[in-house]
Structures are given as C-alpha cells and as structure tokens.
C-alpha cells in the first residue's frame, strides 16, 4: 500500500512538471518548428514514466525503512528515541516554514509536491541529528537517561549476548527477580543481533527481532537497570572473545545460553549465568512410578510410541501411545534420562 501511495504522489507531482515543460517547450524554438499538442504529449507521458518509476523506487526504500523502523527503535535507547521524535518535529516545523515560499511561489503541481520532500527530508535529518547527539542534549537540559551509555561495567553487573536475548528466558529471570541491578549490553551484541535481524533468511530475522524485543522490554522493567557499554574492546576478534574479555575486565556475570561460550568463560573464571540450565534445574523430578496426564501430540520415532509434553516442555516419550495420538492420557513414568537438548522422560500407557 504504501509503495502505491507513493508512487502515486510521485508521479501525479512529474506529470505535472512534465505537462508545464511540454506547454513551455514550444515557445523555445521559431513559431511553427515544435507542434504544441505533441510536445504537450511527449512532456505529459516522459513525466507520468518517469514519475512512476522513481515513485515506486523511492517507495520500495520508504518500505523498508518502516519495516527497519522497530528493529532500529529497539536497539535505540529511550533518550536517543525522546531525542530523535524532539528533532524529527523541529525538522518539521522547519521543513512547513521553508516549504511555503514554493507553494505559493510556483504552480501546484510543482510546489506541493516539493514543499513535501523538504518538509520529510528536514524531519528525517532533524530526527537523525538530535538522536545523535541524545545524551548531550539531555545533559544540558538538567535530565538524566533511564538507559545510560557509558565504556563499560564496573563490578558486580550483569553482561548478556545475543544468545540469551534470542532465548527469552532472561526476561522471566529479571520478572522474578533472580536477575536484578545492572544490566550491560555491549554495542557489539546489539550490532550483531541487528545483523541477524537484518539477514536474508525469515528464520534469522525473526530471531533476530525476538532478541531486540527482548532487550527492549528488559529495559523497561523497574528492578533493571539497562546500560549499553560502548567499549568495543578492538584487541579481540570475535564477540565470544570480548564478551569473556569485557567480563573478566569488569568481574561480571556473563548471561548466556551458548553452552560452548559458558564453559569457555567458566574456565578463565567468569561467573556465568545460563538461563537454559537453570531452568533444566528448577524443573520438577519426575521419579519412576509417578504418575501424569498429558496429550499424545504425534507418533514417536519406534513403532508403537506416542509423544507428549508436559507444560514445562519436557518430551514425554510412551510406549504404546501411537494409537493414542491427540488424546489426553494417563501414564505411569518408567525412567527419566538427561540429554544435550533436555530432560527426557519414558512412560507407559496406565492399564
């Protein structure tokens, strides 16, 4: 829709132009060597194409732009937001006063449609350079950033990577109060889920903005104080290297659910936080004998098995659940058994 909307502005405004410089293109040459009705013609239908293919080109931009524009929100803190819509609406009021002078100074299909880009491009600049410049402009006003953007942490803080973000479960965490106090996120963590976010695959992309939402919803919580660290640490390669770099430095917990970076910082000493393992952990035991109801979601790979899940998530694999498929069952626990991926439990179908 809005690749239509304009594109028709567009090429309404050029076809105009193109129509007062086909009228005017006669009076250029000797009477009679330019017939008027056809360089009215030419100028009318070189405008109108023109206009619809630039109109559909910048509209395709302007698309993409919107679609960038939570991911970008996400990764902006609340000052450069405050900061940015403050320069976007001076940009404005500044874009309206120089706009008028072509409005009434040329004709309307001419003027509109140009007072129009100015009046965008002003606000779209304003928006850019006061968010630029959000902590300074903040600063000078005698107010202080609920997300504040400093080198890095000091001590005691927690430190999260995209794979925690991606995950989730570090915003239940922070909820209940087990992960409370400062928070960092290094620019680099957000430059790469960005990245994600931005990647060619639909997959990626929606990881990608599930970590941004994430971080962004983190932020708002009243027991989090959210930091970004600007610290790019460039002696390391890598974001596992200065993730484990910046904790060590700071002696901070790194949060994460990458289990290779959590033994590889456990190891040179950095106190990690895995939110996948504490939930393995505080999961309830389900001892041999015990006793569930669940439902049959699909066949399990052995003939004869059925699997469900219970509301934590854990598969429960049952033996002679297969006719059982989409039906809620008692079962009776025969063994339980810990994989990379999980707690697994092995059931039979109650008699």
Known sequence: MIIELVRLVITLGLTGAGFLIGRS????FPAG???ADGSLIVGTVLGAGIGYVVGGLVGRGIRRGLDRAPLIAAKASGPQLFAGAFGMVAGLLVGVVAGLPLVLL??????WPTAALVVVVLAAFGGRVFASRAHDLLAAAGLRSRTATRRGPTGGAYVVDSAAAIDGR?????RAGILAGEVWLPEFVLDELQG???SGSKERRRRGRRGLEVLEALRDLPAVEVHISEDGLPGYEGVDAKLVALCQ???STLVSTDSNLTRAAALRGVAVL??????EVLRPQHLAGDRLTLKIERAGTESGQGVGYLDDGTMVVVEGGADAVGREVEVEVAN???TALGRMVFARLEP
Do not use: H, K
């Open 274 to 279: 895995n939110p996948q393992a504490l939930g």
């Open 336 to 338: 339980t058994l810990r």
């Open 170 to 174: 570090v915003l239940e965490l922070a």
């Open 25 to 28: 293109v006669p009076g250029w």
């Open 33 to 35: 060597a330019v017939d």
């Open 196 to 198: 994600i976010a931005d």
């Open 249 to 251: 430095r700071s002696a």
């Open 106 to 111: 040329t004709p309307t299909v001419v003027g």
